[in-house]
């Protein structure tokens, strides 16, 4: 019982709020605030000061909540390892990301991971948003980092990493370059380079034009390389994420932020795997590259 009301009162500390917590911990108000009452009862102190609708810490309260979130803390790194070391078989992480990610910190997390669990083999292959979903879907990756473009589905963990802003790289000796910022209708007078497979060209053609808004001529690149390359030579704009610490773009490219009606245009990215193939590594993974990405 003490396990369980330690949650409950450090829920109400961190919330601030009985209702809150008792949301966060699926029960209802009145009995999150038994379950209080009957821990200062049974320690013989009063945890809580209550006053009309708000309250604060006694000092005993504040030792309490300080060391049950150590205990919390450590009680969950505990059920963290156990279920790893008794998935023995999870000895291969299969990673997917977007063909035209250039962030850092991918690169970062899988080192980090793998410094940490030497005994988990990785494995990584890169292909458009619609690539990546089919390798998801058939079981060909664990999990995929990429862009939202659908509703998130219930058959899939959704663990959203940020918001990002679009840039559009593009030649110095575009008149647009020397912009500070770039409107979407202005883009349409400029080539859009799109990092697509052949297969993938029309896929890819049909969202940046029909969803994102962008027009006139599309050219492709089958990788990051090449489309930079393409943009150096003064033959398009690039469309990129800044999902993490980009390169940057050299001496003949700018970089400039892409806006749409005087909004800049941002897309969606997370990590999506199964949730039915859901273990500690998949999770373990995905945190640590939110947790990099925050941090940068």
Request: glycine share 6%; net charge negative; hydrophobic share 35%.
């Amino acid at each position: 019982m003490l396990f369980r009301q330690m949650k409950y009162f450090t829920a109400v500390v961190d919330c601030n709020s009985f209702t809150e917590a008792a949301e966060q911990c699926y029960i209802s108000q009145s009995a999150i605030s038994q379950q209080i009452r009957s821990l200062e009862k049974e320690l013989g102190v009063e945890l809580i000061h209550r006053e009309k609708r708000k309250f604060s810490l006694t000092p005993a309260g504040e030792y309490f909540y300080s060391q049950s979130k150590g205990i919390l803390d450590e009680v969950e790194t505990i059920r963290k390892e156990t279920i790893r070391i008794g998935q023995d078989d999870e000895s291969e992480l299969r990673i997917g990301y977007l063909r035209g990610y250039s962030g850092q910190e991918l690169y970062q997390a899988v080192a980090e991971f793998s410094q940490l669990y030497p005994e988990t083999a990785i494995s990584i292959v890169n292909g458009t948003h619609e690539e990546l979903y089919d390798l998801l879907r058939f079981g060909g990756v664990d999990l995929i980092l990429s862009d939202q473009r659908r509703a998130f589905s219930e058959q899939y963990a959704n663990y959203q990493l940020l918001q990002c802003d679009c840039y559009a790289e593009i030649s110095v000796r575009n008149p647009a370059s020397q912009q500070e910022v770039i409107e979407v209708d202005s883009l349409k007078r400029t080539p859009c380079i799109l990092i697509a497979s052949k297969e993938q060209q029309n896929t890819e053609k049909d969202y940046f034009q029909n969803t994102l808004g962008f027009g006139g001529t599309f050219l492709f690149a089958e990788n990051l390389e090449e489309g930079r390359l393409m943009v150096a030579g003064n033959r398009g704009f690039l469309p990129i994420e800044s999902v993490g610490t980009l390169p940057p773009p050299g001496a003949a490219v700018r970089r400039l932020p892409i806006v749409q009606n005087g909004r800049k245009l941002q897309r969606n990215y997370c990590v999506f795997w199964r949730k039915e193939q859901t273990n500690y590594y998949i999770e373990e993974f995905a945190q640590m590259l939110r947790k990099l990405l925050h941090d940068k």
